[in-house]
C-alpha cells in the first residue's frame, strides 16, 4: 500500500505513473479517490464533533425530555454519518488497493508501455564466452544474433531436441502419467529428474546458507490477508487457488494455495516490531508452489516450463529504508551466480513500468537464460524491491536508534525456478548420443556425470 500522505499531496505523480502503464487507470482512480478522500475526512470530522456533543449532553445528570430528544437526534445523526463512512471508505480502499508503488526512479523502472521496452542491461555468455556489457531495449529480432549452439553441446550436435523428449526419453519426468493423475500441466518429476531438481536444490541452500540466510519451512496454504499484504491480491486473484471450505476446520476462513513463498516468508514478520539490529533478515524456502496460469492458455503448453505445481528457492529479505537498494543487489548478484556456476548464459533485463510485475514493485530485474535449442529466452528469476508497499499492508516496523517506529523495507527473489532450470540443463547440456551431461556443479549431488547412462 502506497503512503496516502504521497498521494495527497502529489497526484500528478500517480497519474504519470498510470499513463507509463503501470497499473490499470480504470481501477486506479486517482480523482475519484481524492474526491473520496476529502468526503471522508469531513464525514469523520462531524461523526466525531457530533459524539463528543452526545458525550458531553450525557454527563449532565438527568436530561430533560428536549435533552433526551435531542440525544436521540443525535444518535441517528451519527448513525447515518457512519453508514455513508462506511460506503465510502469501502470504495475509498477498493481504489487505494489498485494504486502501484512508485518506481525508485526512472532508472531504476523506466517508463514503458510494453515488455518491449524493457532495458537489457548486460549478457554473460558463459565461462568459455566470457562477459559482454551491452544495453538496450528488448526486441524480439535480437535473436537472430545470438548464439545458433551451446558451448556444452558436443561436436556432432547441431540442433537440440526439445526438453520434452529428451526428458521423456531419459525418463526424467512423465507428463502423461502427471495429467492422468492431476489433468493438464501437470507432471512427474523422476528418477534422475527428481534428483537434478534436488541437486540444485542442495546447490542453493548451501549457497544461501553461507551467505547469511535464514531457512524456513513456512506454510503453503495462507489466509487472504497473506496474500493481500504482499499485493498479489487483489490483482493477481485469478492466479491463485482457492479451497473449499467444507473441509476446513475453520469454515468462515478462506485459505489459499501460495504462488510463492513470498507470501508466507513476509506474513511471518506480520503485525510485528523487528529489532533493528536484526536487520537486514534474510529468510528462504524451498517449496512447491501452484499459479492457476490464467490468461497463459495456449502459451508454453508442452512441457514443464509452465505449469500448475512448481517449485522454487525463494530469498526474502526485511531491511531498513537504508539497507534495501545493497540488499537487492546482493540478491541479484546471487540469482546471477547461481547460472554462472550452471554455465548457462543469461542477460539481466530492467523491467519498464508496464511489466514490472505486480503493484508492489519498485524496482524490478529479471534474470533470462538463452536456450539455443529452442531459439527463444526464458526467465528463470526475478529480483524486487518493493519499499514499504507490502510492509504498510502487512503492518511491519522496526524501531529506529531514536526510538521511532518506522515501516520496513522488504525485497524479494526467486533464487532459482527449479522446473526451469531443469529446461534449460537439458537445451544446454544434451549430446549427440541422446544423453544430458550433468554440470559440474551439480554432479557431487547426483553422483554421476551423465543423465541417461
Not at 492431476?182 to 529428474?193: E, V
Amino acid at each position: 500500500m502506497i503512503d496516502i500522505h504521497i498521494l495527497r499531496q502529489d497526484p500528478e505523480r500517480f497519474r504519470r505513473l498510470l499513463l507509463d502503464g503501470r497499473g490499470d487507470p480504470s481501477r486506479a482512480k486517482i480523482d475519484e479517490w481524492l474526491q473520496l478522500d476529502e468526503e471522508r475526512a469531513g464525514l469523520i470530522t462531524e461523526r466525531d464533533s457530533l459524539r463528543e456533543e452526545r458525550n458531553r449532553a450525557s454527563k449532565m445528570g438527568r436530561p430533560s425530555p428536549q435533552e433526551i430528544s435531542r440525544l436521540q437526534d443525535l444518535r441517528t445523526r451519527i448513525q447515518e454519518i457512519e453508514g455513508r463512512l462506511g460506503e465510502v471508505e469501502g470504495r475509498w480502499q477498493e481504489i487505494l488497493d489498485f494504486i502501484p508503488n512508485l518506481p525508485l526512479s526512472d532508472d531504476a523502472m523506466p517508463p514503458g508501455r510494453s515488455e518491449g521496452d524493457n532495458v537489457i542491461e548486460r549478457y554473460w555468455w558463459g565461462e568459455k564466452v566470457g562477459e559482454t556489457a551491452g544495453t538496450g531495449r528488448c526486441r524480439d529480432e535480437d535473436k537472430e544474433n545470438l548464439p545458433s549452439r551451446s558451448t556444452h553441446w558436443d561436436e556432432m550436435l547441431n540442433e537440440a531436441e526439445h526438453h520434452v523428449e529428451v526428458g521423456e526419453r531419459l525418463g526424467l519426468f512423465d507428463i502423461a502419467q502427471g495429467a492422468k493423475v492431476s489433468g493438464t500441466r501437470f507432471k512427474y518429476l523422476i528418477h534422475d529428474g527428481a534428483l537434478l531438481e534436488w541437486a540444485l536444490q542442495q546447490l542453493m541452500i548451501s549457497k544461501l546458507r553461507r551467505e547469511g540466510f535464514h531457512m524456513f519451512s513456512p506454510p503453503l496454504l495462507v489466509k487472504e490477508r497473506a496474500l493481500y499484504g504482499t499485493s498479489h491480491f487483489p490483482e493477481g486473484r485469478d492466479q491463485v487457488y482457492e479451497l473449499q471450505r467444507t473441509n476446513l476446520e475453520d469454515k468462515e476462513c478462506a485459505l489459499f494455495l501460495v504462488g510463492s513463498s513470498e507470501a508466507s516468508n513476509f506474513a511471518y514478520f506480520m503485525d510485528r516490531v523487528v529489532d533493528e539490529a536484526t536487520l537486514p533478515y534474510k529468510v528462504f524456502a524451498t517449496t512447491p508452489c501452484f499459479r492457476s496460469e490464467v490468461g497463459s492458455w495456449g502459451r508454453d503448453v508442452r512441457g514443464i516450463k509452465r505449469v500448475h505445481q512448481f517449485s522454487k528457492v525463494e530469498m526474502n529479505c526485511v531491511c531498513t529504508p537504508e539497507q534495501s537498494g545493497e540488499v537487492f543487489s546482493h540478491l541479484l548478484s546471487i540469482n546471477e551466480w547461481i547460472w554462472r556456476a550452471l554455465d548457462i548464459p543469461y542477460r539481466v533485463v530492467r523491467k519498464c513500468t508496464a511489466d514490472a510485475g505486480y503493484l508492489a514493485s519498485a524496482e524490478q530485474i529479471d534474470i533470462e537464460v538463452w536456450l539455443p535449442g529452442q531459439k527463444e529466452w526464458m526467465e528463470v528469476g526475478t529480483d524486487t524491491n518493493t519499499t514499504d508497499y507490502q510492509a504498510r499492508r502487512l503492518n511491519i516496523k522496526y524501531s529506529d536508534s531514536s526510538g521511532r517506529k518506522r515501516f520496513v523495507h522488504t525485497v524479494n527473489d526467486t533464487g532459482i525456478a527449479l522446473e526451469r532450470a531443469i529446461v534449460a540443463i537439458v537445451d544446454h547440456y544434451q549430446q549427440s548420443d541422446g544423453t544430458v551431461v550433468v554440470p559440474k556443479v551439480l554432479q557431487e549431488y547426483l553422483g554421476k556425470e551423465v543423465l541417461g547412462k
